[in-house]
């Protein structure tokens, strides 16, 4: 193993990344609404939704990808759309 390798190997991976990929894999999936979507500062349109799970309401954000903005009526106040949730950690979930 050559120096760079080993060095390259060290690096940390984002945080972020490494959620979305754990949830791909592994996550359940179940039926959500949009609640809102918002811009911040930066022209970055973000989803509000909310979800329910065993009778628990769930309410979460996400950032939306250049592939998500180009569907706004996917994303729209009152769309129903897929959630993705981790079974064991209900509240870290993703738009599906």
Do not use: C, W
Not at 52 to 62: A, I, P, Q
């Amino acid at each position: 193993m050559g120096f760079f390798t080993f060095l390259k190997k060290k690096q940390r991976q984002d945080p972020e990344v490494v959620r979305r990929k754990f949830l791909m894999e592994h996550g359940r999936i179940t039926d959500g609404r949009i609640i809102d979507t918002v811009f911040n500062g930066k022209s970055q349109e973000i989803a509000l939704y909310t979800y329910t799970l065993n009778g628990v309401d769930f309410e979460s954000s996400e950032l939306l990808t250049d592939d998500q903005r180009r569907d706004p009526l996917k994303y729209a106040p009152g769309a129903k759309i897929g959630v993705r949730y981790d079974p064991k950690n209900q509240g870290n979930s993703m738009l599906d």
